[in-house]
């Protein structure tokens, strides 16, 4: 009798003590967590106070990095809107799923309706999905986001500059549409209040779908040029439009801390805040900061492809920590899915679970990262601390002078003409080239992308990729 007894405690302690680690685990026993993505359009690496923005505040940034995880080595997948994005919504490299470049208002292309989106992902296991930004992976009616899984959508179905005030080109471009859904709810001629409204429509999903699980999207059209912020915030960090408008981003976030507080959702909810690409250094002014990093927006540089990102989930992900290791927004998707016991998407992914990184109990799993720009060139491979820059041409300023108000400077182009090896660990800034020193990592990450080459192409090699699959299309 006594030892059916203890068994019996030794089983219902062993039980609560799983439910307890599960409870730990997945913030609140039981229930599936809710996914907030703010997504900055071009914010750069040293643009908020946790990567060491000193000209203007980002306090609402920095209680999230204070009560959640800096992740100083996060990267997109391409310096470019529609790549970046494809990338991050689909666990995939933009080459995979053929997203190049950035989409304009009159394309018939798009993220291919085949392809399975983070909100499909999630879908499938009941969550809301809404998505309040920039959208950006297809103008045509059947891409845009309410096709692609979104429940819910408003905000700009491609980039804010690419309307008729646009400083170069104006007359390449009609009226910018504010959509709804599938609607266009007006055109724009100014944008001044779009942070805010697109704030104000995050705010009001999470009270509408605090009961079950939610996935929002906030791809804020800012600090993409042209700058806008609202009329409370101009002028008022001292910084000039620049830092106005990130100042109004870091309220945004505040706002929707704010709101998962409000509801008691924080330990129910994994907010990661990052950008699509480095600051486009053209705009000179109104451009952000790259923290030190090689070139911007555009290029294979850290500059282009390293952005800053803050995760936070209180009680799941170490409060104040770092992660120093490659992270990707190409890991969103399968670290997702895995948090919500979700189906992968069907087909190769090339993201990987953090979920370890993320809760500061392992590494990320070992592997390569491929960057890849312009019409599919691969110019950089990533492992660990080494990164090989391929032979390429890329964009620079040199000793120009900086843009001011809003008109870019132009840009002359540079080249790699050799395979160059960087030490990103003793490095970042990518300053000297150590490859004659370490012809080991330049033969190990050159048989790397060669089986990239193999696998997605490249267009500086003339190879034809086995496994890219189309982007799409509507007729
Ligand atoms: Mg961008």
């Known amino acids: 009798m006594q030892r059916r007894f203890s068994r019996i405690r030794a089983i219902v302690t062993g039980w609560l003590v799983g439910v307890v680690l599960l409870g730990v685990r997945t913030g609140v026993a039981g229930a599936l967590p809710n996914v907030v993505v703010i997504f900055c359009d071009d914010l750069g690496y040293g643009d908020i106070g946790a990567f060491g923005a000193k000209a203007w505040r980002t306090p609402n940034l920095d209680r999230m990095a204070a009560e959640g995880r800096k992740f100083s080595r996060f990267y997109v997948s391409s310096a470019v809107c529609s790549a970046s994005r494809a990338a991050l919504l689909t666990g995939s490299a933009h080459s995979r799923v053929g997203v190049h470049g950035a989409f304009g208002p009159g394309d018939r292309r798009g993220l291919a309706v085949e392809e399975t989106t983070l909100a499909e992902v999630v879908r499938a296991k009941g969550y809301a999905t809404g998505i309040f930004g920039k959208w950006h992976l297809g103008r045509p009616e059947g891409l845009l986001p309410v096709a692609q899984g ?20 104006p007359k390449a471009y009609p009226p910018l549409p504010l959509m709804e859904g599938a609607k266009v709810l007006r055109t724009l001629d100014d944008q001044s209040d779009l942070t805010a409204e697109i704030t104000a429509r995050a705010v009001r999903f999470i009270g509408e779908k605090k009961d079950r699980p939610f996935l929002l999207y906030v791809p804020h059209p800012q600090p993409h040029v042209p700058l806008y912020c609202s009329e409370r915030f101009r002028g008022k960090s001292g910084a000039g439009l620049y830092g106005d408008v990130i100042e ?51 290029t294979s540089w850290e500059g282009g492809i390293r952005v800053p990102c803050v995760m936070r989930w209180p009680g799941v992900i170490p409060a104040g920590s770092e992660c120093r290791e490659p992270v ?3 890991d969103l998707v399968p670290t997702v899915a895995a948090l919500a016991g979700a189906e992968l998407p069907t087909g190769r992914l090339d993201g990987v679970d953090v979920r370890a990184a993320l809760e500061g109990r392992g590494p990320v799993p070992e592997r390569e ?6 019409d599919n060139e691969l110019q950089a491979v990533i492992a660990g601390r080494w990164k090989l820059v391929l032979p390429h041409a890329y964009r620079t300023l040199g000793d120009q002078e900086k843009a001011k108000g809003g008109i870019p400077v132009k840009y002359r182009m540079a080249k790699v003409t050799a395979p160059e090896l960087y030490d990103l660990e003793n490095d970042p800034g990518e300053k000297r080239d150590v490859a004659a020193e370490r012809p080991e990592e330049v033969a190990r990450l050159l048989a790397a992308a060669e089986r990239s080459r193999k696998e997605l192409g490249d267009s500086l090699t003339g190879v034809k990729g086995e496994a890219n699959r189309p982007v799409g299309m509507v007729k």
């Open 369 to 374: 990262l491929f960057i890849r720009y312009a």
């Open 248 to 298: 109004e981003l870091d309220w945004s976030v505040g706002e929707i801390l704010g709101a998962l507080r409000a509801n008691g959702l924080d330990e129910r909810t994994l907010v990661v805040f990052t950008s699509d690409n480095g600051p486009w250094l053209s705009y000179g002014e109104h451009a952000g900061s790259s923290g030190g990093l090689r070139e911007g927006k555009g």
């Open 150 to 169: 979104f429940e819910e959508y408003f905000g700009l179905p491609y980039s804010g500059d690419m309307w008729p005030r646009h400083p170069e080109t």
């Open 328 to 330: 990707a927004t190409i």
